[in-house]
């Protein structure tokens, strides 16, 4: 890891000295003649996390390549090695104030060049180590810890980008509510390691049938959320179908029992009437209970307002 090394100098005779040097060291050495190009090789794909650049060179001088580097804030980090014959502190200072990491003075040694590189390794692992730190953290902070999917928060703000989106497109969005049936007497009758299992499997085979662009995630308990972007009533209900039969295809095999599992869904898709969340969340979860109602393992879609039943109604147990 973090073996090439970016070398831009204007210097034919120091490019060489150094690629030499370099790569006796066990280094893959990527050569630039000028800032201009040290910076398309930054910009290509797979480019070296370290760079020797020269101070004094044509096109761009190596102060104003690291300026430019740090302007875009771009990960991963590159860990800059300034050469500089330039040795007053003021100068010095301006080097390191532009981006750079470290500096090392003209004429230099080999070794102390080697050493410094090998230093800024250690900085990069490190790095490394705390991107990785905070990605996971990131997924702790976004995604239910039992199924893998999106937790609550999560799939709300992505439902709250997507109505935004939707506003701005002026494209349908469609929510699917889906809740895994007698998920209680699961759980009653086979222990709660069971009712995991089917949580689990149930999550796996909704993302199975999604598109990469719509959302899906643990609304609560044993209720999940999806979110469809761009897709009408149709479009919608038939995804909801492969939601349906997905989950519904074969059993569950837990400690070597087979469980039949079922979800029942309530879909909503937006209109000029029906587009903030809170009307999409109302609209999919009273279809959810109609489906309920209606004898679980299919899909209701919401009716229209004037239509929809009482707020004094009791739902069901799910």
């Not at 999940?224 to 909801?240: I, K, M, Q, R, T």
């Amino acid at each position: 890891m973090f073996e090439d090394v970016l070398i831009a100098d204007d210097d034919p005779v120091s490019r060489r000295l150094l690629q030499v040097s370099l790569g006796n060291a066990g280094y893959r050495v990527v050569l630039a003649a000028d800032g201009g190009e040290a910076l398309r090789k930054w910009n290509e794909p797979d480019c070296p996390r370290l760079a020797v650049l020269d101070w004094m060179m044509p096109v761009l001088d190596g102060v104003e390549v690291c300026r430019t580097i740090r302007r875009s804030a771009r990960e991963p980090y590159v860990y800059i090695v300034l050469l500089t014959a330039k040795g007053h502190q003021t100068e010095i200072i301006e080097g390191l104030e532009a981006g750079a990491d470290d500096y090392i003075t003209k004429p230099f040694d080999l070794q102390e060049l080697k050493a410094r590189l090998r230093a800024g390794k250690r900085i990069l692992e490190l790095q490394e180590q705390l991107v990785s730190a905070r990605e996971q953290l990131r997924v702790q902070a976004t995604h239910d810890s039992l199924t893998g999917l999106f937790n609550r928060m999560a799939i709300l703000e992505a439902l709250d980008r997507e109505v935004t989106r939707s506003a701005r497109e002026k494209k349908p969005l469609a929510v699917i509510m889906a809740d895994l049936d007698h998920f209680k007497d699961i759980n009653d009758t086979h222990g709660h390691q069971a009712g995991d299992v089917a949580l689990r499997e149930t999550a796996r085979r909704m993302s199975a049938s999604l598109r990469a662009y719509d959302s899906v995630g643990r609304y609560g308990g044993e209720e999940f959320l999806v979110v469809v972007p761009g897709s009408g009533l149709d479009a919608a209900f038939e995804l909801a179908e492969r939601l349906r039969q997905g989950v519904s295809a074969e059993p569950v095999s837990v400690a070597g029992e087979m469980i039949p599992i079922t979800v029942s869904l309530g879909l909503a898709v937006s209109t000029a009437e029906i587009c903030r969340p809170d009307q999409l969340l109302h609209q999919a979860d009273e279809a959810l209970y109609a489906a309920k109602r209606a004898g679980r393992n299919r899909i209701e879609t919401a009716s229209r307002p004037e239509l929809s039943p009482p707020e004094a109604a009791l739902p069901q147990a799910r």
